[in-house]
């Protein structure tokens, strides 16, 4: 019985999918703020921690500036105009987008 419930699941992701191709609804040129994830930059801890805070202790926790494009597995912001930061999507806590 455990078997068929596992093999059913498994079908099911199958036609659902598990692509990481999913890309962010977000227009280039539009200015956003991207939150890495707090455990990649070392700043994971039991007291809680506000998702859309800048900084811990000093060290910065985002990236601001415009939206280029979405590679599927990273997303491209532009710091300045000499400086693009290339960031992985399964390092990111949340986009935050000003419409």
Sequence with gaps: MKIKILLFLFIGFLFIGCSSENKVDINS?????VQIKRNILGASTKL????TTENINGAQTCVKGKFIKD???FIVIEKNS????WISKENILLIQVNK
Excluded at 48 to 51: A, G, L, R
Excluded at 82 to 85: E, L
């Design 29 to 33: 040129g539009d200015y956003c703020k």
């Design 48 to 51: 809680p921690i506000s998702p």
């Design 71 to 73: 590679t599927g597995k």
């Design 82 to 85: 000499h400086q693009n930061c």
